[in-house]
């Protein structure tokens, strides 16, 4: 069905240049007159069920800078993976199936109201294909649900107690766990990437799901967070940092960090001297940075495919300096995973799939230097 739905995306109009940024430029305020136009509806709660009204304008807000970024990037392949997700995230969180056509609906009304007609024309096509899909994305939404937890992958029973325990919110175990399967810095990279990483994407299936709500994920990263603390001092902190200079951050509006916690701490300990700035890092103060410490690597996670236009518009502006004081950029998270291709797309030099993909490309790069 996918298959279906690229062959058809293939065949949608192209959005211009100048039409993606006058979508950019009048997104704020279209927002506003879709969050007017929903609220105003009589049969509003009919549509969104007992979900507070601030989860449907966040809904409204994530789905402009999602298609900015897919007009501004020109990936409409971007719709299938997206739009089933947000049927099924919203759907569990109460939202009714008929209020996605209603959302899709209003945004047809004010794009050619507040866009001229030439730039309107292309983005209604997308828009009437997305309505035109509404039973597809319903039931490719099902099959998102009929998913199996995490399954597979080595050290199955460490990361499903570990997943329990973050699931408790008991940090005494968790720590507990940590330190028993990584008691040297050599299985850091193990318990990163077959623990923490397949409990974490549970723990957003079950978010997803409805099966927990954002107070337990937050907790649940929290704990992460303070584990990856208490290991870096422990085991990171001292490595030998000899081959070269990394800046390592989150794309702007990016709150997702534990990833790239895990491949700044990887390639600390590695040898590198990694500047980790973070979550959501502006563009315009990131390339200020870049500028100032002069890094041998600038690596970008993105885990939300709606703040890939920041790290295009990073990466543009560094591509417009000197060869000779560009840093060799990769890219990598969530965003990335079913579109690998989009590295290229956004000027960065390569993509890694997760932290010892990291390593193994940065060594490749010192090697060429
Ligand atoms: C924890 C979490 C949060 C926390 C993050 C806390 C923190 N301090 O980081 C908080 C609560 C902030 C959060 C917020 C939101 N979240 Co959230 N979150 C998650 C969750 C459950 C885990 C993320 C995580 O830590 N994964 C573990 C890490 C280790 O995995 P990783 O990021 O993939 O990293 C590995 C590789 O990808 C790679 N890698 C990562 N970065 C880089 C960089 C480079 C350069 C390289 C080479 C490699 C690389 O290496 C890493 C290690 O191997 C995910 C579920 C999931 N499947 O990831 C959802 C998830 C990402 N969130 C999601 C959503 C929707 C949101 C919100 C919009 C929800 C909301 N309504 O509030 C907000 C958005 C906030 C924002 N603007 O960023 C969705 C995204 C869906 C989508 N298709 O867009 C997910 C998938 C949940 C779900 N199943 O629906 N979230």
């Known amino acids: 069905m996918q298959k279906e739905l690229l062959e058809e995306i293939e065949k949608l109009p192209d959005v211009s240049e100048d039409a993606a940024n006058a979508f950019k430029s009048e997104m704020g305020r279209m927002v506003e007159k879709v969050n007017r136009i929903m609220s105003q509806r009589p049969d509003i709660r009919l549509l969104t069920g007992d979900a507070p009204f601030s989860l449907m ?63 309107a024309a292309a983005m209604l096509g997308v828009y009437e294909w997305i309505a035109s899909r509404h039973e597809t994305f319903i039931e490719l939404s099902k099959n998102i649900a009929l998913k199996p937890a995490v399954s ?40 990163y990437v077959h623990i923490i990483q397949p409990a974490m994407y549970e723990i957003g299936n ?69 500047h980790y700035l973070g979550a959501n890092t502006p563009g315009e103060e990131l390339i200020g940075f870049i500028a100032q410490t002069a890094p041998d690597i600038l690596a970008i996670s993105s885990s939300l495919p709606l703040n890939l236009i920041y790290i295009r518009d990073v990466i543009r502006e560094i591509r417009a300096w000197p060869p000779e004081k560009q840093p060799k950029i990769m890219v990598g998270g969530l965003s990335f995973t079913n579109h690998p291709d989009l590295a290229e797309k956004l000027g960065a030099d390569g993509y890694a799939p997760d932290a010892p993909g990291a390593i193994e490309l940065a060594r490749t790069w010192q090697k060429e230097a």
């Open 57 to 119: 304008f966040d809904n409204h807000k994530n789905h402009a800078l999602f298609m900015s970024n897919v007009f501004s990037l020109n990936m409409p392949t971007l719709l299938v993976d997206t739009i089933p997700w947000v049927y099924h995230a919203y759907h569990s969180h109460g939202f009714s199936y008929s209020y996605f056509p209603a959302h899709i609906q209003s945004w047809r009304i004010v794009i050619p109201e507040s866009l001229y007609e030439d730039n």
């Open 206 to 274: 079950l978010w997803e799901k409805g099966e927990i709500n954002s107070a337990r994920e937050h907790l649940a990263s929290a704990i992460v967070n303070r584990i990856m603390a208490v290991q870096y001092v422990e085991q990171i902190q001292t490595a030998e940092k000899a081959r070269g200079t990394a800046v390592v951050t989150a794309a702007a509006n990016e709150f997702h960090e534990l990833g790239a916690t895990m491949v700044a701490n990887s390639l600390e300990l590695d040898g590198w001297d990694v």
């Open 152 to 191: 597979g992958g080595p050290h199955p029973e460490t990361r499903d107690d570990f997943l329990c325990a973050l699931l408790e919110g008991n940090r005494e175990k968790s720590l507990a766990i940590a330190r028993r399967f990584a008691a040297s810095p050599s299985e850091l990279s193990t318990f």
